[in-house]
């Protein structure tokens, strides 16, 4: 019994030895002669490092640019180089229509409105007609007209019979005399009624479209080219000189008006010029100059205003925009390695220059900047001079790179 015993022992340990030994060589075979964990851990190393990998060429991946856009000159690459800053002196203010290319228009004569087809908005030449009035006034200038060219016509008829009877000896000098008298009187009256009606607003040729069917109607003209940027009458009113009919405004050059600090008052001067942004264009510097500096002080803020007149292009700037300005002062002490302002972008909180060895591709480099003068941006790190960068197109290479990310994503 205790040889059977014995035996049951010996015959349970040689299969669990055979049972580990099968296992492990599964084991063996399957992870390639590694643990489990091993393999495991091998997995996600190699993991990170292609998704390390990927990403390194997503931040060093450029933009490469057709060369229809560096000859339109739409991106401007230039060499860093070392320039002087001058100050400069912020100020904010309101975008206004340049007064001198303003014009508020009213009817010469009164009237009664019949059309007024000029609407806001309406983009309208020098001499356009914007409204038209039918006016009395207007109806006996007319008359008077009339009446003075039929009188000329007469003067004309007897003029000329007289001169035949002097010449036959029939009538007498004097009667020749008289009769050129009444002619050139009668011609001095149509004149003056001929430039009554131009004072009104009348061409010659309108003058004869007048019948008894047909009332002519006071014509009401734009007197510059410009924009309608104001409409203030209705078909139906009664209009005079006095009132105002129309606002027109030339906006391809504005003025902005800015409260400048009345310490920075020295610093300023006409001629200067100056850097001014709107919220719906922020990255659009606008230039101009500045153009009056007022005499007075405010007493309640102690500021001056001053006006800078600047150029409109496509009328991007609109009256009644609020505006920063930034008044540039004259260059003073060492030179700093700088950029133009607007070949700083921005992009997901850092400041980038676009950098390029060949004007084709351009690779985003962050950098630091420092000191601002004038149109120009001090750049302390990132940027070494003697290379090349986009100076100007910034914004444009800023979208063609977002462009490329949405498309890899």
Do not use: C
Request: proline share 4%.
């Amino acid at each position: 019994m205790k040889k059977r015993g014995a035996f049951t022992i010996v015959a349970i340990a040689v299969a669990v030895v055979l049972g580990g030994a099968f296992i492990y060589r599964v084991s063996h075979i399957v992870t390639g002669g590694k643990p489990a964990t091993a393999e495991k851990k091998e997995t996600v190393a190699a993991g990170t490092a292609s998704e390390g990998k990927e990403g390194g060429d997503k931040q060093s991946r450029g933009v490469r640019l057709k060369p229809e856009i560096l000859q339109d000159r739409a991106v401007v690459v230039e060499i860093a180089k070392k320039v002087t800053l001058g100050g400069l002196v912020a100020a904010t203010g309101k975008v206004e229509s340049n007064a001198d290319r303003t014009a508020h228009v009213s009817p010469r004569i009164p009237g009664k409105i019949v059309w007024a087809g000029a609407s806001l908005g309406d983009t309208v030449a020098a001499g356009q007609v914007l409204a038209r009035l039918d006016s009395v006034e207007l109806g006996e200038a007319l008359s008077a007209y009339y009446k003075a060219r039929s009188r000329v016509g007469l003067a004309k008829a007897n003029m000329e019979r007289i001169r035949t009877l002097v010449e036959k000896k029939i009538a007498a000098r004097k009667e020749i005399l008289q009769a050129e008298t009444e002619y050139q009187t009668a011609m001095s009256e149509l004149h003056a009624d001929e430039e009554r009606l131009r004072l009104y607003g009348l061409s010659p040729s309108e003058f004869e479209e007048h019948t008894e069917e047909k009332r002519i109607l006071l014509p009401v003209h734009s007197p510059i080219a410009g924009v309608v940027t104001g409409k203030h009458t209705t078909v139906g009113e009664l209009a005079d000189p006095s009132k105002n009919l129309f606002t027109v405004a030339d906006l391809s050059s504005v003025w902005v008006l800015v409260d400048v600090n009345e310490r920075d008052l020295a610093k300023i001067e006409k001629g200067r010029t100056a850097a001014v942004k709107v919220g719906a264009f922020p990255d659009k510097v606008f230039r101009g100059r500045v153009t009056y500096i007022a005499d007075l002080v405010d007493d309640a803020t102690r500021t001056v205003k001053a006006r800078i007149e600047v150029a409109n292009p496509g009328r991007k700037l609109k009256p009644e925009m609020f505006a920063t300005v930034e008044l540039v002062i004259p260059p003073s002490g060492r030179p700093v390695l700088a950029v133009p302002e607007e070949a700083v972008v921005e992009m997901e909180g850092k400041k980038l220059l676009f950098i390029t060895g060949d004007d084709v591709e351009f690779l985003p480099r962050e950098i630091t900047t420092g000191a601002k003068g004038g149109s120009w941006t001090e750049i302390t790190a990132g940027l070494k001079e003697g290379e090349r960068y986009a100076a100007k197109g910034g914004f444009l290479l800023k979208s063609e790179l977002k462009k490329g990310e949405l498309g890899e994503e």
